[in-house]
């Protein structure tokens, strides 16, 4: 299936319905979720995105800190996610090569395998337990997308996992 510009233009929408663009009230510390306050890269993150509303995060720095998005504790989480879920949407020649990264983190820090350590689990299960209803519809919205449009397996499994 082919996807459109306007379907990228209702996700977004979606979206940002879903998630209001307020920069969550926190030290860079509470940012980060118990087991990643100690990591260097995880404390970066937190520092470059604090005080910032999602919308103001530029592309660039959701690339840099993308291996980190799942060391972000749960409100740190679902005040960042929706940044990530609309440079998801972006095309080819918006993300050029950070595209398939900023995907493929994304999907890992939504879900959990069945080798994941524990400590893994209790934290992704934490983030996605905060996630309201219309946040969930706008998760599953964009792993619908990534699934039709890049044809991601993991984006296909997560919806079955979880999404409503």
Do not use: C
């Amino acid at each position: 299936m082919q996807v459109g510009p306007k379907d990228r233009e209702a996700i977004g929408a979606k979206i940002r319905a879903a998630f209001p663009d307020v920069a969550p009230a926190m030290a860079v510390e509470d940012m980060l979720a118990e087991p990643y306050r100690t990591n260097d890269d995880a404390y970066e993150m937190a520092a470059a995105f604090t005080g910032k509303r999602w919308s103001e995060v530029p592309r660039i720095d959701l690339f840099r800190h993308r291996e980190s998005l799942f060391a972000l504790s749960p409100v740190a989480y679902r005040a960042y996610l929706p940044a990530y879920l609309e440079a998801s949407l972006a095309s080819d020649d918006v993300l050029d090569k950070y595209g398939a990264d900023i995907r493929g983190y994304l999907l890992y820090s939504l879900g959990t395998t069945a080798s994941s350590s524990p400590s893994r689990v209790a934290t992704t299960a934490d983030r996605i337990a905060g996630l309201d209803r219309a946040q969930r519809a706008a998760v599953a919205a964009v792993l619908r997308f990534l699934e039709e449009r890049w044809h991601m397996a993991d984006a296909a499994e997560l919806l079955r996992d979880w999404a409503d």
